[in-house]
């Protein structure tokens, strides 16, 4: 039933960046720097996923008014990907 596979962090930024891209093709840069700000605290370690997770969610949070429901959608799956990825751990 998903619309998008996840097999590794790989397909995790791909997606992620059809989602960047989405929003550059309709002029929404402030959210783009805002996603993008957020993508900043990966850094390999956990706590920097959980940073990850944070600020794109609160970012997702004051922007999904101006977003399409493609790119809520797509936030969504991401959003949920990533909890579910550090509740693994």
Do not use: P, R
């Amino acid at each position: 039933m998903e619309k998008f596979k996840i097999n590794s962090w790989s397909d995790y930024w791909s997606i992620f960046d059809k989602l960047i891209d989405l929003l550059k093709a309709e002029n929404k840069d402030s959210i783009v720097l805002d996603f993008k700000d957020a993508q900043k605290y990966v850094n390999g370690l956990t706590d920097g996923f959980y940073e990850f997770k944070f600020a794109f969610e609160k970012s997702y949070q004051s922007n999904k008014i101006k977003m399409t429901d493609d790119q809520k959608e797509i936030a969504d799956f991401l959003i949920l990907k990533i909890a579910e990825s550090l509740t693994k751990k």
